[in-house]
C-alpha cells in the first residue's frame, strides 16, 4: 500500500507571501497559529506574516534541539492549531518537527533556496550528530521570489548545487533496482531527475529567475513524498556531504557539499561529470576541496567514510580503499 502525502497548495512569485491570509482563509486554517523565525528571517518576512495572520511569532534563536524544545513549549502553552515556519533549513526544519510532535500541520515559507529541505517531508535535526527524520509535507508552501531573490547569492548556489545533485542520487536509486532488487519509483524518480535536468538546462537564467530553481526544489519535495523516502533525492553524493559534516563540520553549506559530491558520484557512474562540474562554475558553486574551505584529507576521508552514513546502496557500494578516493578525487580535480 502507498501513502503519499503532498503539499495541498504551493504559491510561487513575487509578492506571494501578500497572499498569505487569503490561502489560509482557502485551506480553512483556523484558530491559533505560530510564525516561527530566526532574527534575520523575522525582519525579512516572519513579521510580515505574524501581522498579515494575526499570529502569535517565537524567534528561534538556540541550538536546534534547545529550539525544538521552545517551539513545542509554546504549541502547548497557547493551544496553537498550525505552525508557520518562515526561514531558511533551520527555521523550516524546527517547524516540521514541533509540527510533526504536536500533530498539527505545518506552512512552508521560505526565504531563501538552498536546499530542497525547505519542502521536503524530511527534516534533518543537528544534535551532536545530524540525523534524518520523516515528518508530514508542509500543508502549503508559499515561496515569494522577491524575498528569496534578497537572500545571498551564496544559499542560491548552494540550491542550484543541491537540485543537480537529485542526478547521481536517482542513477543510485537505479542501481539499487537493478543490484539489489530494491523498491523504486518511477515517478519519483522521473520527477526528481527532471528537477535536476532543468536546473542544468537554465542555471544561465536562475539569478534572474528565482522561481527555475524554487520550483526545482519544491518538486524535489514532492518526489520525496511521492517515493515516501529522501532516495530520489539522495545518493552517494548525500552520504559524501554527511561524512564531511562529520569529519569538518561547519566547513560549508549542504548544497555546495553536495554538488561536489555529485561531480565524484558522476564520475564513478561514467556519466559527464565535466558538464556537472562546468553547471556548478556557472552558477557559483564550489567544485573543489579549496572551494568547500576543506583540506584534501577531509576529502579523501569523506569519500572513504560515506558509504558508513545509512544504510543506502550506492555507487559506492562496500565503499572506496585509500587508492580509490585519492585517485577518484584527483581525477575529477576535486583535489
Ligand atoms: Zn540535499
Redesign the pocket.
Known amino acids: 500500500m502507498k501513502d503519499i502525502e503532498l503539499p495541498m497548495r504551493v504559491i510561487v512569485g513575487d509578492k506571494a507571501i501578500d497572499k498569505t491570509s487569503l490561502l489560509f482563509s482557502e485551506l480553512g486554517l483556523m484558530g491559533h497559529s505560530l510564525v516561527l523565525s530566526d532574527k534575520n528571517t523575522y525582519r525579512a518576512a516572519g513579521e510580515k506574516v505574524s501581522r498579515l495572520i494575526e499570529s502569535s511569532s517565537l524567534i528561534l534563536d538556540k541550538p536546534m534541539g534547545e529550539s525544538i524544545e521552545s517551539a513545542c513549549a509554546k504549541i502547548k502553552e497557547n493551544n496553537v492549531d498550525y505552525v508557520v515556519g518562515v526561514g531558511g533549513g533551520y527555521v523550516i526544519d524546527i517547524a516540521k518537527v514541533a509540527a510533526f510532535r504536536a500533530r498539527i500541520p505545518y506552512i512552508s515559507i521560505p526565504t531563501s533556496a538552498a ?3 525547505i519542502t521536503s517531508p524530511q527534516a534533518s535535526i543537528q544534535g551532536e550528530r545530524k540525523v534524518s527524520v520523516r515528518v508530514h509535507s508542509p500543508l502549503a508552501i508559499i515561496a515569494d521570489t522577491e524575498i528569496i531573490r534578497m537572500a545571498p547569492t551564496r544559499l542560491l548556489s548552494a540550491g542550484c548545487a ?1 537540485a543537480v ?1 537529485n542526478y547521481t542520487a536517482v542513477l543510485d536509486w537505479e542501481l539499487a533496482r537493478d543490484e539489489i532488487n530494491e523498491y523504486f519509483g518511477d515517478y519519483a524518480a522521473s520527477l526528481s531527475m527532471m528537477s535536476a535536468k532543468i536546473v542544468m538546462e537554465k542555471i544561465d537564467c536562475i539569478r534572474d529567475d528565482v522561481s527555475i530553481l524554487m520550483e526545482a526544489l519544491i518538486s524535489s519535495g514532492v518526489a520525496m513524498g511521492i517515493a515516501g523516502s529522501s532516495r530520489p ?2 545518493g552517494a553524493e ?1 552520504q559524501f556531504s554527511h561524512a564531511i559534516d562529520m569529519i569538518c563540520p561547519d566547513s560549508s553549506l ?2 555546495e557539499q ?1 554538488g561536489v559530491g555529485t561531480i565524484l558520484m558522476a564520475y564513478l557512474h561514467g556519466i559527464d561529470w565535466v558538464k556537472i562540474k562546468k553547471v556548478l562554475e556557472t552558477i557559483g558553486a564550489p567544485t573543489t576541496a579549496k572551494d568547500l574551505g576543506v583540506d584534501d584529507k577531509c576529502i579523501i576521508k569523506a569519500l572513504m567514510e560515506a558509504h558508513r552514513i545509512r544504510d543506502r546502496y550506492t555507487i559506492l557500494r562496500d565503499g572506496l580503499s585509500r587508492e580509490q578516493a585519492v585517485d577518484l578525487a584527483k581525477k575529477t580535480l576535486v583535489i
Open positions: 536546499h530542497d529541505g543541491d545533485s533525492c539522495s548525500h549542504h548544497g553536495c
